[in-house]
């Protein structure tokens, strides 16, 4: 079935082919066989089976997820408070999610996955990354990919969250495991392999094997890097070409200007960029310092948002809300937010085919309760997202 949305008071195509003119006005859409399959002026719109009418408000690009743990059991509210209070973050709270996520059932886990994964989708997330990272067993690592492999392709093989507590007298015993048996039973079921290197997580030289030893296996490398302090993670990141380097909170010149080199030499022809994924709503909920996109803009780096939603540093999917985070925090732009949010996003994935409306995308947009995609920011916590398409189907 072809879908018109006409009536459209600002149209957000991002669409790569047009660099120039991310936004057009007076425009219409068609969406037919689950990809957009047209872009023009709303007068001479083609006719098609069925008609949306945005009734003057803004249309942009579903939001691209790229960075979630969302298979979990129990929470950390009471650690959350605590910080409120004064206490500092730390990595060692994801110990706690693990005892509660190994008690907990697959029918127990599924409903909560599904439920989060909903509201995510009520507020315009159309493409969703999932991490696996909360089981650390070669059991319970499978089973958390195999749910998110239920509501997404996009997984990631994250068994090098921390260290668990059975293993902390022996932490090569379980690098091993996360290489051996532990990766042999996930690779089935992920896209990707992450690694957290930080303080109280792994070191640069345990992620460079642990990531080389799943792109042996077939897995697309990403890294978690510079939460905390600087660590070498980013450098690790561009030196496997790794999809992203998530967080950045604390980056050196040198990882700027290595981001930047990579994002040059895609544009030269060369491999993909190496993605800076942003997630502002960490920072929110821990009180870290935020992360500085303008740096990275302006070097030229390729820089996406995302939620990180998880149960312990931010229990939060709102990707509207990451993006007036960014607008009032980052330095970025409110089409820049947008832009990093959406295509931004489908680059850390490695997708071209999300993250923006021009024709062969696949037919995910939002029709925002505002005229203008600027109220993102400038009405933050407000609910914009009127409707979602997904396939040129509405959602809800």
């Avoid at 990809?35 to 719109?45: L, S």
């Avoid at 909360?134 to 997984?155: C, F, I, K, N, S």
């Avoid at 932490?171 to 495991?177: G, P, Q, S």
Wanted: net charge negative; proline share 5%; charged share 20%.
């Amino acid at each position: 079935m072809s879908t018109l949305v006409a009536n459209i008071g600002q149209l957000v195509t991002l669409d790569p082919a047009e660099p120039d003119r991310p936004i057009r006005a007076g425009a219409a859409l068609v969406i037919d066989g689950g990809q957009v399959a047209w872009v023009g002026d709303a007068a001479a719109a083609p006719a098609a089976d069925r008609r949306i009418d945005a009734e003057g408000a803004a249309v942009i690009p579903g939001f691209v997820d790229s960075h979630s743990h969302l298979v979990f059991g129990g929470d950390r509210v009471d650690e959350f408070e605590a910080r409120m209070a004064g206490r500092a973050y730390t990595a060692g709270g994801i110990r706690t999610t693990v005892a509660a996520t190994r008690a907990a059932s697959d029918d127990a886990l599924r409903t909560r996955l599904a439920h989060l994964a909903a509201q995510a989708r009520a507020q315009g997330t159309t493409t969703l990354e999932i991490k696996s990272g909360y089981g650390l067993t070669v059991h319970d690592e499978e089973r958390a990919l195999q749910l998110a492999r239920e509501l997404t392709p996009e997984t990631t093989f994250l068994g090098a969250h921390v260290v668990p507590a059975e293993f902390v007298d022996d932490r090569a015993a379980y690098v091993d495991l996360v290489c051996g048996a532990m990766l042999a039973a996930c690779a089935p079921h992920a896209r990707f392999i992450d690694v957290f290197i930080d303080r109280g997580a792994f070191t640069v030289d345990e992620a460079r094997r642990i990531l080389t030893a799943g792109a042996d296996a077939g897995l697309l490398p990403r890294v978690h890097a510079a939460q905390l302090e600087p660590d070498g993670g980013t450098a690790l990141a561009v030196e496997l070409g790794a999809a992203s380097v998530d967080h950045g909170t604390f980056l050196t010149d040198g990882d700027v200007e290595l981001l930047a080199a990579s994002a040059r030499a895609e544009a030269a022809g060369g491999p993909l960029a190496t993605v800076a994924t942003l997630l502002p709503l960490v920072e929110f909920a821990t009180r870290q310092p935020y992360p500085d996109a303008r740096r990275l803009l302006d070097a030229g780096a390729a820089v996406a948002l995302a939620s990180d939603g998880n149960p312990g540093s931010n229990f939060s999917t709102s990707m509207p809300l990451a993006v007036a985070l960014a607008v009032r925090e980052l330095g970025m732009t409110p089409l820049e937010a947008l832009a990093a949010a959406t295509r931004g996003g489908a680059r850390a994935l490695r997708r071209g085919d999300v993250g923006h409306l021009g024709v062969g995308a696949r037919g995910d947009a939002i029709i925002l309760d505002a005229p203008d995609h600027r109220y993102l920011a400038y009405r933050p916590g407000v609910p914009l997202v009127r409707q979602v398409l997904v396939g040129g189907e509405p959602t809800s």
